[in-house]
């Protein structure tokens, strides 16, 4: 007997609702419902339209019912990281949901660092410092806004504020909790020593539970508008980073991932934290994974600047623009790269194909000229940032990595995979595109007890079409990567 899941996924630049069906060790994703998301910009600062993302997901989910051929017995929710709800003690959200490209983080980091150094909060984090961490989105509200925290009853990442929504329940599920910077992964919990030190509310952090958790059947109006009244909602791993990973198809040792979207999650999965002056040096992530796992990790901006890119030049098609990436340099590199995660392409703005300029003016390189210069130039740099970040995972965890997967959304450009794997010199398996859904149907899978976690990965395997690419040309790339080494040193 097939099981029937659904799963939520929410995406920076989109958002999807769709249907999984399980049959013994094969597993059917048939998405119901796509709708696009963005920031939205107000007087007072750049906002998610959460309300707008609850009516697609409602809408989603009402078509569920009729394409199941049986009772759907559960479905969870993903989203991004880091950003967060806040409740009254009506249960009602206060400041909307922020994004977290809102430049109000500004500045945040360093007051943080008045509080508790640097080397402190790594060692009780394990977290990667980037201003949009929600620690430093709690401050920004702590000083702009007086007296919101003090209110707030319960911080609820987004999937969070969903399942509240969709059950009545607020818990916090961990995977999600621990791209906070609030987290402490050695022991597993709220850092509260940190959010004391922070001057940070501790009343509104409320209890934590793991992937696979049962929060209960949907509140009776939604159970019976949209047909649902057997299903449960079951929390997966409700950071889209941890269902990801939790989905990759890989066997035996020796091998990362790179989640690859608008971010690109470059990283491995270890038994234990990573906690040394090394990773923090490298300025590695240690968030937390399904069961127990921990995703030892590094975010590369990712496909972010071109997506901006993209946005200025008036939204070409995507293949257009791999066309003219190709034909600009048929082999061996351009010669131009960026740092991809340079502050400067942080931020949200149409002036992203001349922030690159700006960038390679500044560091004395060739400017790429026109729209198949730039692509090339992100491209090419963000291979060679997965390799800088590859080298390092080798150097602290002592392992050889001699197999790249890539899933999601950027593991389709076929041009990226081979520049992947020419410029690291490892080989790439690339797919499923849908790993995020895969992750968080598998897991629900997991929690109503119908497949075991050991079967999980070979699930995937065997539900997906992946495509290999082996490294060649590889000595193209020795030159173009200490070029781009010594840029990375310059800057940093
Ligand atoms: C990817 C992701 C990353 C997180 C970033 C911001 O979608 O979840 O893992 O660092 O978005 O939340």
């Not at 620690?135 to 925290?149: D, F, N």
């Not at 059950?167 to 402490?184: H, I, K, M, P, Y």
């Not at 995660?341 to 194909?353: K, N, Q, R, Y």
């Not at 004395?364 to 729209?371: K, Y």
Request: some cysteine.
């Amino acid at each position: 007997m097939p099981s029937y899941h659904l799963a939520i996924d929410l995406g920076a630049s989109g958002g999807r609702v769709a249907l999984g069906r399980l049959e013994g060790e094969r597993l059917e994703v048939e998405v119901l419902h796509r709708f696009p998301n963005g920031p939205v910009e107000l007087p007072g600062g750049l906002y998610w339209d959460v309300l707008g993302l609850w009516r697609e997901v409602g809408h989603g989910l009402s078509l569920a019912a009729e394409r199941a051929s049986g009772p759907i017995a559960s479905l969870g929710v993903d989203s991004w990281g880091v950003d967060f709800a806040l409740l009254d003690e009506y249960g009602l959200l206060m400041d909307g949901l922020r994004h977290y490209r809102d430049p109000r983080t500004e500045g945040q980091m360093e007051r943080a660092f008045a509080r508790m150094s640097r080397e402190e909060i790594y060692r009780t984090t394990g977290l990667q410092f980037m201003p949009i961490n929600s620690l430093y989105q709690l401050l920004a509200t702590e000083e702009r806004s007086p007296g919101v925290l003090a209110r707030a009853q319960h911080f609820l990442m987004v999937p969070d504020l969903l399942h509240y929504w969709l059950t009545g329940r607020a818990v916090c599920e961990r995977t999600n909790a621990s791209t906070t910077q609030l987290f402490d992964p050695t022991q597993g919990d709220w850092a509260w020593g940190l959010i004391q030190a922070m001057g940070l509310p501790q009343a509104m952090l409320g209890p934590l539970v793991e992937p696979g958790s049962r929060l209960g059947p949907l509140l009776p109006p939604w159970a019976s508008r949209w047909g649902l009244r057997d299903a449960e909602v079951i929390a997966p791993g409700t950071h889209d980073t941890a269902s990801a990973v939790a989905a990759i198809p890989a066997e035996g040792e020796g091998w990362a991932y790179i989640s690859s979207g608008t971010w690109s999650l470059v990283g491995l999965e270890t038994a234990q934290p990573h906690i040394t002056p090394q990773t923090l040096a490298l300025n590695l992530t240690n968030e937390a994974g399904v069961h127990g796992t921990t995703r030892l990790l590094k975010n590369v901006m990712g496909l972010w600047i071109l997506q901006e890119c993209r946005r200025s030049w008036g939204d070409p098609e995507w293949p257009q623009l791999y066309a003219e990436a190709e034909a600009v340099c048929p082999r061996g590199s351009l010669g131009a790269y960026i740092d991809p995660d340079h502050p400067s392409f942080l931020h949200a703005g149409s002036d992203m194909p001349q922030r690159v300029a700006v960038y390679c003016e500044r560091t004395a390189q060739p400017l790429p000229q026109g729209r198949g210069a730039v692509v090339r130039c992100v491209l090419e740099s963000l291979a060679l940032k997965y390799r800088w970040v590859l080298e390092g995972l080798e150097r602290v965890t002592g392992q050889t990595l001699h197999t790249l997967h890539v899933v999601g959304g950027g593991s389709q450009i076929d041009l990226l995979n081979r520049l992947i794997a020419a410029a690291t010199g490892r080989a790439v398996i690339a797919g499923p595109v849908e790993a995020t859904l895969m992750g968080n149907l598998l897991v629900q899978a997991e929690g109503c007890g119908v497949l075991e976690p050991q079967q999980r990965r070979r699930v995937v395997a065997a539900s997906s079409t992946l495509r290999r690419y082996a490294p060649e040309h590889f000595s193209d790339w020795i030159t173009p990567y200490m070029r781009f080494a010594e840029l990375i040193a310059g800057q940093n």
